[in-house]
């Protein structure tokens, strides 16, 4: 069997440059070629896992099958590879030096002092490793967060150097760096590349492969000149142009034979040249659409769009199948009150109410929820949005004027949505919550059975508060129904109403499922429904 290669993917100059994508994007290249690829990200951050990191710092948090709360760039992964990832596809130096804690205080390392190297650095390349321990990937791409020079990212640096002279012949470096456009003299830029370089160096590490981030074409002799200048033939200067789409960036990369380039590298045989007919047909739709539909998410995170990386994606991948470009509005909810919802609302066929966490904004997210039922606008609620229509509905039509979830009012007349018996005596937060895939029942006949054409389904959860059974009869007596259940502990995991053509909550989290070849059941039948609504406004 022949060993694994790994590829390293750092960045220079600024952060945010994309690492994630062209990693993903390398992967996808190096999948049509027939290989077996998977993608871990490093992140330098000292929190275990960004499960407790607000949004605004860090963006959306991705959650895998198997339960881990990891960074957004794995939902890149999964959705340009489709393929699942796992725990061990994201690494924080907050699990390393736990790790290493660990095994000081168990007296693992037999009384040795205990240092950045080698433990820490080979705890880090022990972390790196595990994907490959079952010789399953030819490659394993390594994204390394933040930006050369960070002092948090030293440690990982100095990992992956001496991985390459622990693993002669298996390992290759990408840095990724901007060449800037300096509009007043009319020119790019190539020195902050050479600098990026120069601190790599100073680490120990010979990049094998340049990739430039730029708005403007690179000339020749501007990739020969960074060639020169950072000990690079030409031909490993890669050229990554700004494009409209994330998803345009593998067939880009394709063009700049990025993946021929490191196969030549591995003296690996480079095979046939990837059609990747799915994913043009993709572009192609994505990019010429035959129609349009307007749809408001509804959250309290909208200034910043990563807070709802996944869902966003997940209305392009729909949107692709019905040949249709989904226009988000995207409303917070602080702003929605009874007297502007119609005007903000109005002219918006469908209506998403976002998941999160806490009583800010609730209101808004009731209100958006009230109009799309009462309007007969195709709703469709996630995670904290499913229990906000589960409240809407207990009080505007049972009549339960005070009902409320006990994360927002502990001592509610009318707890319709309360916590999980088996969270009531956690009191750490990280990585505490009801975490990965569950398997969920469909209740035949009902729309979600029609969408999944599946009795049962296995989605994602992040949650800690569930609908309370003790009020379902109630529920089902006036046409919302639990048309989605957990079959051990009867968790309600679906909503929808009776009365309307659209109306679906859902516990789980439907968007970290959805990739370019294999878009979500329910955004595709969300979106036809709001196309629906739009025709006969």
């Not at 963006?59 to 340009?80: K, M, N, P, S, W």
């Not at 976002?354 to 609620?381: C, M, S, W």
């Not at 001592?411 to 990965?436: H, N, S, W």
């Not at 309600?492 to 979500?520: A, D, K, M």
């Amino acid at each position: 069997m022949a060993k694994t290669k790994y590829i390293f993917v750092t960045g220079g100059v600024a952060s945010s440059l994309g690492k994630g994508i062209i990693s993903a994007s390398l992967g996808k290249l190096l999948q049509a070629r027939g290989y077996s690829v998977t993608i871990q990200k490093l992140d330098p951050y000292l929190n275990v896992d960004p499960g407790t990191l607000n949004p605004y710092e860090h963006g959306e948090c991705y959650v895998t099958i198997d339960g881990a709360e990891t960074d957004l760039d794995l939902g890149h992964y999964e959705r340009f590879l489709n393929e699942e990832t796992s725990q061990r596809n994201n690494v924080t130096t907050g699990r390393i030096y736990k790790n290493v804690i660990e095994k000081e205080r168990r007296g693992d390392y037999l009384g040795k002092t205990v240092q950045i190297i080698p433990h820490i650095t080979d705890e880090i390349k022990r972390n790196i490793k595990l994907l490959g321990t079952k010789g399953q990937y030819d490659f394993i791409i390594t994204e390394i967060g933040g930006t050369v020079g960070d002092i948090e990212s030293l440690p990982y640096i100095e990992a992956v150097r001496q991985m390459k002279w622990d693993m002669e012949g298996q390992c290759l470096y990408i840095h990724l760096t901007l060449v800037p456009f300096l509009a007043a003299s009319g020119e790019l830029k190539t020195k902050p590349t050479q600098h990026s370089v120069k601190q790599l160096l100073e680490s120990g590490i010979q990049p094998d492969i340049l990739v430039l981030r730029t708005e403007k074409p690179l000339t020749s002799d501007i990739k020969r000149k960074v060639g020169l200048f950072c000990n690079v033939d030409k031909s490993s200067v890669i050229e990554s142009r700004d494009v409209p789409t994330i998803y345009e960036v593998p067939i880009a990369m394709l063009n700049e034979q990025l993946d021929t380039t490191i196969l030549k590298k591995f003296k690996m045989k480079p095979g046939n040249e990837p059609e990747l007919k799915p994913w043009r047909l993709f572009l192609e739709r994505h990019k010429n659409p035959q129609q349009t539909v307007s749809i408001a998410l509804v959250g309290k995170y909208v200034e910043l769009a990563d807070a709802y990386k996944s869902i966003i994606e997940s209305f392009v991948h729909a949107g692709a199948t019905h040949d249709c470009k989904v226009n988000l509005k995207l409303i917070h909810s602080e702003t929605l009150s009874k007297e502007s919802v119609h005007e903000i609302l109005q002219g918006c066929s469908g209506i998403l109410v976002a998941p999160g966490f806490g009583h800010r904004g609730i209101d808004g997210k009731l209100i958006a929820i009230q109009y799309a039922r009462e309007k007969t606008i195709p709703f469709l609620g996630i995670c904290l949005g499913m229990q906000c229509a589960v409240i809407e509905f207990a009080r505007n039509v049972l009549g339960f004027e005070l009902a409320n979830s006990t994360e927002m009012s502990r001592k509610t007349q009318y707890p319709v949505i309360d916590i999980m018996a088996e969270q009531k005596d956690i009191a750490d937060k990280g990585g505490t919550m009801r975490l990965g895939g569950f398997p969920c029942n469909l209740k035949k006949r009902s729309l979600v059975h029609k969408i999944y054409k599946l009795d049962s389904v296995i989605e994602r959860h992040r949650h800690r508060y569930e609908f309370n059974n003790a009020y379902l009869e109630d529920f089902q007596e006036n046409g919302m129904v639990a048309s989605g259940r957990n079959p051990e502990t009867n968790l309600v995991e679906i909503i929808e109403l009776t009365t309307h053509p659209f109306f679906i909550g859902v516990q789980f989290h439907p968007e970290y499922r959805s990739t370019v070849v294999n878009p979500h059941p329910l955004f595709e039948a969300f979106i036809q429904a709001s196309l629906k609504y739009e025709k006969q406004k």
